[in-house]
């Protein structure tokens, strides 16, 4: 499936399926969401077997939420802009070491540089997450101990 089709390829309306109520921000629509971000919803969409449940933003950040029933399993992403960086404050993939991560790198680093911001931050990874980012040359924050910097 094709990244920009995936408002497109739902056989409901995205505005239906998402329930906002009770929460802060905006639901993030096909008239409303950003064309950088559909790549992003797409990777995690995918991953959950295309069963999102949350999917919206607030201010600077972005939250994607999925469940697979079948693997009675979870994912979430929540991105945020911060002093001119790209922080991802949390990820969690259900299906791992299938290049999820990769993709999403890849997706970011396409937002890093049409927004010309300074970098990637990967915030308190998990100890599988730390070695992604070792393995892909992130470096550990000097002042931020739990916190992982892309090197560009």
Wanted: hydrophobic share 35%; charged share 30%.
């Amino acid at each position: 499936m094709k990244a920009k089709d995936f408002f497109h390829s739902r056989r409901y309306s995205v505005d239906e399926y998402f329930d906002y109520t009770g929460r802060l921000g905006t639901g993030l629509t096909r008239q409303n969401c950003p064309q950088e971000l559909f790549a992003i919803i797409a990777i995690m969409a995918e991953d959950c077997g295309y069963h999102l449940t949350e999917l919206r933003s607030d201010f600077t950040r972005v939250f994607i939420r999925g469940y697979d029933r079948h693997k009675q399993m979870g994912n979430n992403l929540m991105l945020r802009v911060s002093d001119g960086d790209l922080v991802v404050a949390v990820i969690g993939f259900i299906h791992q070491r299938q290049g999820y991560m990769t993709r999403l790198y890849n997706a970011l680093r396409k937002i890093r540089r049409r927004y010309k911001l300074n970098r990637i931050i990967i915030e308190s990874p998990n100890e599988k997450m730390r070695a992604w980012c070792k393995k892909n040359g992130f470096q550990q924050d000097p002042y931020i101990r739990n916190n992982y910097v892309e090197q560009r």
